[in-house]
C-alpha cells in the first residue's frame, strides 16, 4: 500500500486548453475525494464518489470541471477551458470510513 | 452551512515554548472533528481526530486537542514545540455527508 498516488505532480498548460488530472486511492477505499487548496487557504472541496457513484459535487464547482470514477477505483478530474483562475493545487483523497488520506496534489498553473 | 475559522493565521515560537491554536466551527448538531498537518513539500496528514467520548483527544508527535461542545470548540496544543512541528495545521469538520470542511490553516514556525 503506497497510499494516494496523484498524477502528473505538476502542469503547466496555456488558457483555454483542457487538462485531466489522474488519482489512484488506496485500494481498499470506497470513497474518493477531489479538493482545490490555493496559496494561504484551506483544501475546499469539489466533489467526491462512493465506489463508481458521484455523490456531490460542490455548488462552486464550474460546468468547466468533470470527474468520474467509472470501475469504483482510479478518478480523473478534467477541466475544460481552463482559465488563470483554475490555477491552484488539486487534491485528491480516499476514505473507507471518515478519515481521509491525502495525495500529494497536482499543481495546475495556467499560463 | 458548516464552516470552520482558524483565527491564528501565522504563529512564530520558540523551541520548548508551548503551542495552542485555535479552531471554530459552526454547526449545531453532531461532528467529526480533525485536524490535519502538513509539513513542508509533503502531503496533508492526520494528526489527531474526535468522534465521540472523551472530549481529550491525543494525536501523534505529542498534539493534543479538547472538544469542547458549548464553545464550538476544538484547540489544538502542544506543551513544547520543536523545530520539527514547523507545518502547516488545518482543522476540518465533518457534520453533513461524508466531505471535511477546511479552516484557512495556521502557518506555524518553530525557531531552535
Known amino acids: 500500500d503506497t497510499g494516494v498516488s496523484q498524477n502528473p505532480r505538476h502542469k503547466i498548460t496555456k488558457r483555454g486548453q483542457n487538462v485531466t488530472f489522474r488519482c489512484d486511492p488506496i485500494s481498499e477505499h470506497n470513497r474518493l475525494y477531489w479538493y482545490r487548496q490555493t496559496l494561504g487557504q484551506g483544501p475546499e472541496f469539489l466533489t467526491y464518489f462512493q465506489n463508481e457513484a458521484q455523490l456531490e459535487k460542490s455548488r462552486l464547482l464550474s460546468d468547466r470541471f468533470s470527474a468520474e470514477r467509472p470501475k469504483g477505483s482510479f478518478s480523473t478530474l478534467e477541466i475544460q477551458r481552463t482559465e488563470q483562475g483554475d490555477s491552484a493545487m488539486y487534491l485528491c483523497?480516499?476514505?473507507?470510513?471518515?478519515?481521509?488520506?491525502f495525495g500529494s496534489g497536482t499543481q495546475l498553473s495556467v499560463l | 452551512a458548516q464552516s470552520v475559522s482558524q483565527h491564528n493565521h501565522h504563529v512564530i515560537l520558540s523551541e520548548a515554548a508551548s503551542l495552542e491554536l485555535g479552531c471554530n466551527y459552526s454547526?449545531?448538531?453532531?461532528?467529526?472533528l480533525f485536524w490535519y498537518v502538513q509539513y513542508p513539500g509533503q502531503h496533508l496528514q492526520l494528526l489527531l481526530k474526535y468522534f465521540s467520548g472523551d472530549p481529550l483527544v491525543k494525536g501523534i508527535k505529542g498534539f493534543e486537542a479538547e472538544f469542547i461542545k458549548s464553545k464550538f470548540s476544538f484547540n489544538l496544543r502542544k506543551p513544547s514545540v520543536q523545530w520539527s512541528d514547523t507545518a502547516e495545521y488545518f482543522c476540518a469538520v465533518n457534520a453533513q455527508g461524508d466531505k471535511l470542511i477546511f479552516g484557512t490553516g495556521t502557518r506555524l514556525q518553530v525557531f531552535p
Open positions: 483523497a480516499s476514505s473507507k470510513l471518515r478519515e481521509l488520506f
Open positions: 454547526y449545531g448538531g453532531t461532528v467529526n
